[in-house]
């Protein structure tokens, strides 16, 4: 994922939480939003229990997670105590690891291809489990980052849909760090009303507000809560 600004000691973790949410609401208040139509996702990848059992305590309940290895790791003892817990994948993800990812996420952010696309019909049959779907979007078309290029959304949603059976919630871009990233939140929000989808993961820490904005209704803030490691 694209780096984020820098943010509070990972020690002052409750602090930058709080501070995040008065962001939040605040570009709500700007956009007209109801901030209950905005999911922060703590993006807690690479942080251990110590930095994330006071972000719980603080009231946080859904987090992001790069990795199906790490987050197996660290989140079943984590959950057990709050059930209410809610785990986002929102790195890549390995169709060979389809079958973690179903049973421990209960959203996935990185649809981007049909042999993953295939995996995930098959787990989400046998598991009985219907996680969030978002596909992601490759808004700059840039060659290292994964996603369905924008031209090709249309065609890869109605296939996820037609050909494997998905529910898809909706979809999710990165954009280029050396650019605005107000263009690719709006041409995400376009292909995601036209295709009839609800949800829209976007912003980081950066840009959060810009993405409230342009309709998201999920953010992943990483190190404005955590801080970097």
Not at 138 to 145: C, D, H, L, S, V
Not at 196 to 206: I, Q, V
């Amino acid at each position: 994922m694209a780096p984020e600004k820098s943010g509070d000691l990972t020690s002052d973790s409750p602090n930058a939480f709080a501070s995040v949410e008065r962001e939040i609401a605040r570009a709500c208040a700007d956009a007209r939003r109801d901030r209950a139509g905005v999911t922060l996702i703590a993006v807690s990848k690479t942080f251990g229990a110590d930095a994330i059992v006071p972000v719980i305590a603080a009231g946080q309940r859904v987090f992001g997670e790069n990795r199906v290895q790490e987050a197996k790791a660290k989140w079943p003892e984590l959950i057990a105590p709050r059930p209410d817990i809610k785990l986002h994948l929102i790195g890549p993800l390995q169709s060979n690891k389809a079958k973690e990812a179903v049973a421990l996420f209960d959203a996935i952010h990185s649809v981007d291809r049909p042999s993953l696309c295939q995996a995930l019909a098959k787990e989400i049959t046998a598991q009985k489990k219907h996680p969030l779907l978002f596909v992601q979007i490759n808004t700059g078309e840039e060659a290292q980052k994964a996603g369905i290029a924008p031209g090709d959304a249309d065609a890869f949603i109605a296939d996820c849909r037609d050909r494997y059976g998905l529910t898809i919630s909706g979809l999710m871009c990165i954009p280029p760090v050396d650019q605005a990233p107000g263009p690719h939140f709006a041409l995400t929000a376009k292909i995601a009303a036209r295709n009839g989808l609800e949800h829209l993961s976007m912003g980081m820490s950066a840009d959060f507000a810009t993405a409230i904005q342009f309709g998201a209704t999920h953010i992943r803030v990483g190190s404005a809560i955590f801080g970097h490691r």
